[in-house]
T-cell receptor, first 114, second 112 residues
């Protein structure tokens, strides 16, 4: 039973346009969500997060939206740059349990074409 | 600059060998994690530890064990390596009560 799903294995966008990466979850106990970016031959690095008490969080070109009723979150990158080409992982956690444990999705490979 | 290091970037072992993967963090983090990453399966948690000598099973602990004798070091042990344990292994750490995890560069393990 996969509790965090990223249904698009890959996404290709043109430089300067918006990239939208999606993530769905099934566990209603999840209340903190994170996005990580991973370049080849490197470990994932934290990008942005959102608590369930919010529906939006922005950091520069990156915005995460959370729709709790739909159990859906999305990461928007505007404008997209070639350096954004990477694998993006969505992760979800239950606050107060399990020592910071997160459940990760399968990842979406984003390619930004110049 | 925060850092998580893993003992090897690439490792080739034979079926049945005992394999040790070492992870060291210099951030004084309480929590440490071992994941494996496989194509189409994302990051799957093998084991995690929230304190010295404490450990908890993740989603796929079978065939693995861990050791945490010091706060900064978390070891993953494959008691008898098998070909289905060929994978990328990632170590991570985080602060107690924190959610952001800091990852090492990964170890690409091939079991022949």
């Amino acid at each position: 039973d996969q509790q965090v799903k990223q249904n698009s294995p890959s996404l290709s966008v043109q430089e300067g346009r918006i990239s939208i990466l999606n993530c769905d979850y099934t566990n209603s106990m999840f209340d903190y969500f994170l996005w990580y970016k991973k370049y080849p031959a490197e470990g994932p690095t934290f990008l942005i997060s959102i608590s369930s008490i919010k529906d939006k969080n922005e950091d520069g070109r990156f915005t995460v939206f959370l729709n709790k009723s739909a159990k859906h979150l999305s990461l928007h990158i505007v404008p997209s740059q070639p350096g954004d080409s990477a694998v993006y992982f969505c992760a979800a956690s239950e606050v107060g349990t399990n020592a910071g444990k997160s459940t990760f999705g399968d990842g979406t490979t984003l390619t930004v074409k110049p | 600059d925060v850092k998580v290091t893993q003992s090897s970037r690439y490792l080739v072992k034979r079926t049945g060998e005992k394999v040790f993967l070492e992870c060291v963090q210099d951030m004084d983090h309480e929590n440490m994690f071992w994941y494996r990453q496989d194509p189409g399966l994302g990051l799957r948690l093998i084991y995690f530890s929230y304190d010295v000598k404490m450990k908890e099973k993740g989603d796929i602990p079978e065939g693995y064990s861990v050791s945490r004798e010091k706060k900064e070091r978390f070891s993953l042990i494959l008691e008898s390596a098998s070909t289905n344990q060929t994978s990328m292994y990632l170590c991570a750490s985080s602060l107690f009560g924190g959610w952001e995890q800091f990852f090492g560069p990964g170890t690409r393990l091939t079991v022949l």
